[in-house]
């Protein structure tokens, strides 16, 4: 049974920079796809960044492009997301997911993702 560990959540203000974690333990990690996912109360989960096994393959939602940036380390179990020039309307539970599968295709919904972790959140003042 694979686990998912996010950390690095927390509070910013506006313009400031965060870098989520998320270790992977009791499964599969070097051949899967990874994500991150966002949900705010009351609303539906996101889709905020994805990449494929090797992160020869990676898409934004337009909401974060060009401010948040999606790596993964494969020896390390590890998917990262680097955020920067946070806004208010950042601020969410942040969620790390698992496909089960190696490849991505373009804005992804939750529903190809089969492991999700605890989430973090974030908050981001103005």
């Known amino acids: 049974q694979v686990q998912l560990v996010e950390s690095g959540g927390g509070l910013v203000q506006a313009g400031g920079s965060l870098r989520l974690s998320c270790v992977a333990s009791g499964g599969s990690f070097s051949n899967r796809a990874m994500g991150w996912f966002r949900q705010v109360p009351g609303k539906e989960r996101e889709f905020v960044a994805a990449v494929n096994w090797n992160g020869g393959t990676i898409y934004y939602a337009d909401s974060v492009k060009g401010r948040f940036t999606i790596s993964r380390d494969n020896a390390r179990n590890t998917v990262y997301l680097q955020m920067n020039s946070l806004k208010p309307d950042d601020t969410a539970v942040y969620y790390c997911?698992?496909?089960?599968?190696?490849?991505?295709?373009?804005?992804?919904?939750?529903?190809?993702?089969?492991?999700w972790g605890q989430g973090t959140q974030v908050t981001v003042s103005s």
């Open positions: 997911a698992r496909r089960t599968i190696g490849t991505i295709a373009a804005r992804p919904t939750r529903y190809e993702f089969n492991d």
